[in-house]
């Protein structure tokens, strides 16, 4: 079945950037370019929660917290989902994982965000 790798995550200072992305793989073509992909993210101690999503149209959305910071994008050629990081701030520090929506494939290891001085 599908398996979704994310990677770019690191330590970052406030305020710095990141690209975080997904690869999917056992994937073909039009399933991919097909579904509704997005961000979620996990804080120590906190629930899971949806922060971004980018529809087969191209339709993005964000939650509150990082509209205007954060923007994802996909490149079906490369079955892959982006997530550019700006403005960081220590409230986001998380482990992010991508996945379509609503979520029906296994969830992959994710990527650490650090944001701290």
């Known amino acids: 079945q599908a398996q979704l790798v994310e990677s770019g995550g690191g330590l970052v200072q406030p305020g710095g950037s990141l690209e975080l992305s997904c690869r999917a793989s056992?994937?073909?073509?039009?399933?991919?370019?097909?579904?509704?992909l997005a961000w979620y993210r996990q804080a120590p101690g906190k629930e899971r929660e949806l922060v971004a999503r980018i529809d087969s149209d191209r339709k993005t959305e964000f939650i509150d917290s990082v509209n205007g910071r954060f923007s994802v994008s996909r490149d079906n050629s490369k079955k892959t989902v982006y997530l550019q990081l700006n403005d960081l701030k220590p409230d986001d520090t998380a482990v992010y994982y991508c996945?379509?929506?609503?979520?029906?494939?296994?969830w992959g290891r994710g990527t650490q965000v650090t944001v701290s001085s």
């Open positions: 056992r994937m073909i073509y039009s399933a991919f370019s097909s579904e509704s």
């Open positions: 996945n379509t929506v609503p979520v029906n494939k296994p």
